[in-house]
């Protein structure tokens, strides 16, 4: 049995695209990126945490809002706060933003991930204390809410198709009745 790097007895929650998480209870959370995003956002005095899986900068007057940066940033924060922090005190760590299908052209839905977190903290003046943004790997990422520890691990190649899997298997259940143009795949 093998020790837990962030500490004993604390519930694993998976984040998947869209998805906002925010803890008072010490958690681990836990999400696979390509070119999407994740922010995880801490209150250190609160020792309250969350995280969320940004699919698309920016903003939408759609229904399903928690897939694009403005309204995931906003529903995190307010679900932290809800839980005890105090948004003047709020770090943010980011990770993901990668261009893993070199096929892609600049800017890539990675690369715009990664200019609207860094501008929406900026703005906000949340302090980013932490990131790894860009590059062409997938990482695996490990929050830990209570203590701020984040461990990101680069995915090699063979996880490629589990996120393109993740990525279509959304997008056909959650805009079966949304027209599309144009070519692009996003995970």
Request: with cysteine; hydrophobic share 40%; net charge neutral.
């Given at each position: 049995?093998?020790?837990?790097?962030?500490?004993?007895?604390?519930?694993?929650?998976?984040?998947?695209i869209g998805d906002v998480?925010?803890?008072?209870?010490?958690?681990?959370?836990?999400?696979?990126?390509?070119?999407?995003?994740?922010?995880?956002?801490?209150?250190?005095?609160?020792?309250?945490?969350?995280?969320?899986?940004?699919?698309?900068?920016?903003?939408?007057?759609?229904?399903?809002?928690?897939?694009?940066?403005?309204?995931?940033?906003?529903?995190?924060?307010?679900?932290?706060?809800?839980?005890?922090?105090?948004?003047?005190?709020?770090?943010?760590?980011?990770?993901?933003?990668?261009?893993?299908?070199?096929?892609?052209?600049?800017?890539?839905?990675?690369?715009?991930?990664?200019?609207?977190?860094?501008?929406?903290?900026?703005?906000?003046?949340?302090?980013l204390v932490a990131k790894?943004?860009?590059?062409?790997?997938?990482?695996?990422?490990?929050?830990?809410?209570?203590?701020?520890?984040?461990?990101?691990?680069?995915?090699?190649?063979?996880?490629?198709?589990?996120?393109?899997?993740?990525?279509?298997?959304?997008?056909?259940?959650?805009?079966?009745?949304?027209?599309?143009?144009?070519?692009?795949?996003?995970?």
């Amino acid at each position: 049995m093998h020790a837990d790097p962030h500490g004993p007895h604390r519930p694993h929650i998976r984040i998947y695209i869209g998805d906002v998480v925010a803890c008072a209870e010490p958690s681990i959370l836990q999400t696979l990126l390509g070119s999407c995003v994740a922010v995880c956002l801490r209150d250190p005095i609160a020792r309250v945490g969350g995280m969320n899986h940004i699919l698309l900068p920016g903003d939408s007057n759609q229904g399903r809002t928690s897939r694009f940066g403005v309204h995931a940033m906003e529903l995190l924060i307010n679900a932290l706060m809800q839980r005890g922090a105090d948004r003047r005190r709020l770090v943010a760590k980011a990770f993901g933003a990668a261009n893993v299908v070199a096929a892609l052209k600049s800017p890539t839905v990675g690369d715009q991930n990664a200019i609207f977190v860094r501008e929406f903290l900026a703005r906000e003046r949340i302090p980013l204390v932490a990131k790894r943004l860009g590059g062409t790997h997938a990482v695996q990422v490990h929050f830990t809410t209570d203590t701020g520890r984040t461990i990101v691990h680069t995915v090699d190649g063979s996880r490629l198709p589990i996120i393109l899997e993740a990525e279509t298997t959304y997008l056909s259940s959650h805009f079966a009745d949304e027209e599309f143009s144009g070519e692009a795949s996003l995970f």
